[in-house]
T-cell receptor, first 114, second 112 residues
């Protein structure tokens, strides 16, 4: 089945540790995105990538890093510099076009930092 | 920068009631507009989208939305809601650069 796979579904980490969230897609989409979802704030864009080996900061990139070494994969690292990392993280992908594009989402990873 | 505003954060309706969820965006150029839905425990999925043409678009499960350019609005409607419509609804706009901007979401609870 084609789709976007995020792993793990739940993740617990100690404060001060870096953690990497996985996102893989087999839809052959060029563009991939990371969003953070917090209650009452909707989805906020962290990073996005339109092509391999290139990515751009979104609205809340501080404390996060990404890489795009393969078209299918777009891992997100939550670093110790992120002040409030506990959240629900969503990965998405889309065909690369100008504006006529819809995004497809993974099931999300809920990160809890204790 | 583009922004999306959803008017209500929580809406509670009885079954068979009519639904209208407000969405306004701030961008003066060409936009594409979306409504996504997130059912409890499920991933975000597309409900409907507007790219061009007829400003009244129909989506899945009896939902529709009307794009009113002069009001920068894209309100979601359904004539008669069901208990299974209980979910969180997100309005989103793509104003270029493959960057989708989302509203804060509206949680709809339908009482049976």
């Amino acid at each position: 089945d084609g789709g976007i796979t995020q792993s793990p579904k739940y993740l617990f980490r100690k404060e001060g540790q870096n953690v990497t969230l996985s996102c893989e897609q087999n839809l052959n989409h060029d563009a991939m995105y990371w969003y953070r979802q917090d209650p009452g704030q909707g989805l906020r864009l962290i990073y996005y990538s339109q092509i391999v080996n290139d990515f751009q900061k979104g609205d809340i990139a501080e404390g996060y890093s990404v890489s795009r070494e393969k078209k299918e994969s777009f891992p997100l690292t939550v670093t110790s510099a992120q002040k409030n990392p506990t959240a629900f993280y969503l990965c998405a992908s889309s065909i690369l076009r100008d504006v006529n594009t819809e995004a497809f989402f993974g099931q999300g990873t809920r990160l809890t930092v204790v | 920068a583009q922004s999306v505003s959803q008017h209500n954060h929580h809406v509670i309706l009885s079954e068979a009631a009519s639904l209208e969820l407000g969405c306004n965006y701030s961008y003066g150029g060409t936009v594409n507009l979306f409504w996504y839905v997130q059912y409890p425990g499920q991933h975000l999925q597309l409900l409907l989208k507007y790219f061009s043409g007829d400003p009244l678009v129909k989506g899945i499960k009896g939902f529709e939305a009307e794009f009113i350019k002069s009001k920068f609005s894209f309100n979601l409607r359904k004539p008669s809601v069901q208990w299974s419509d209980t979910a969180e609804y997100f309005c989103a706009v793509n104003a270029g650069g493959n960057k989708l901007v989302f509203g804060a979401g509206t949680i709809l609870r339908v009482k049976s």
